[in-house]
């Protein structure tokens, strides 16, 4: 399901788009579960699978076989590429997505509807608040707390707690900007 009406009756990676969100309802009478791909923006990603979940829709993971989740505890309706690594006692919401060879180590609690880009590097026991975006090869030393709804910048070491709503980037990371 796609809401760009010109990828209706295309292909997508050999699946059929049968149209928006108007093709919903033919669904929900059959055993059917969705996964959210939406990966440019935790705010739509998160609206759109809330939208989807007050129509009715039930909602499973993607996952990667080559994702080893031995001691992990996983929510439903998340996204998991390729390579990535989800180390012992991890936790991991619901409607989140992590890219390709990403690292989250030990103990890290990563929250619901966030996005980890590929090559990502977030270390034992960091916590990462709901809706937050966190760019290509970001690094984030033991024991951070990043708030929800945070930006953190592509390539950015993030080397101490990040506060709700902020945007931040460099190495060191700096917050360039707060939002709400």
């Not at 590097?121 to 090869?137: A, Q, R």
């Given at each position: 399901i796609d809401n760009d009406p010109s990828k209706k009756d295309t292909l997508f990676c050999g699946y059929q788009v049968f149209g928006g969100f108007e093709m919903m309802d033919n669904f929900l009478t059959q055993d059917v579960y969705f996964v959210n791909l939406i990966t440019g923006s935790t705010k739509t990603r998160y609206e759109t699978s809330l939208h989807m979940a007050k129509k009715g829709c039930r909602?499973?993971?993607?996952?990667h076989p080559s994702v080893d989740l031995t001691m992990t505890k996983i929510g439903i309706g998340n996204y998991i590429q390729e390579n990535v690594i989800i180390q012992a006692s991890a936790q991991i919401g619901d409607n989140s997505s992590i890219h390709i060879g990403s690292l989250v180590a030990h103990e890290?609690?990563?929250g619901s509807s966030v996005f980890i880009a590929h090559?990502?590097?977030?270390?034992?026991?960091?916590?990462?608040?709901?809706?937050?975006?966190?760019g290509t090869n970001a690094t984030i030393i033991p024991r951070i707390k990043i708030g929800k709804w945070c930006t953190i910048g592509a390539g950015?070491?993030?080397?101490?707690?990040?506060p709700d709503y902020a945007t931040v980037v460099g190495n060191p990371a700096k917050v360039i900007k707060t939002t709400k």
């Amino acid at each position: 399901i796609d809401n760009d009406p010109s990828k209706k009756d295309t292909l997508f990676c050999g699946y059929q788009v049968f149209g928006g969100f108007e093709m919903m309802d033919n669904f929900l009478t059959q055993d059917v579960y969705f996964v959210n791909l939406i990966t440019g923006s935790t705010k739509t990603r998160y609206e759109t699978s809330l939208h989807m979940a007050k129509k009715g829709c039930r909602f499973t993971n993607l996952i990667h076989p080559s994702v080893d989740l031995t001691m992990t505890k996983i929510g439903i309706g998340n996204y998991i590429q390729e390579n990535v690594i989800i180390q012992a006692s991890a936790q991991i919401g619901d409607n989140s997505s992590i890219h390709i060879g990403s690292l989250v180590a030990h103990e890290s609690i990563i929250g619901s509807s966030v996005f980890i880009a590929h090559a990502v590097s977030i270390s034992g026991k960091v916590e990462i608040g709901d809706g937050t975006f966190v760019g290509t090869n970001a690094t984030i030393i033991p024991r951070i707390k990043i708030g929800k709804w945070c930006t953190i910048g592509a390539g950015s070491v993030v080397i101490k707690d990040v506060p709700d709503y902020a945007t931040v980037v460099g190495n060191p990371a700096k917050v360039i900007k707060t939002t709400k």
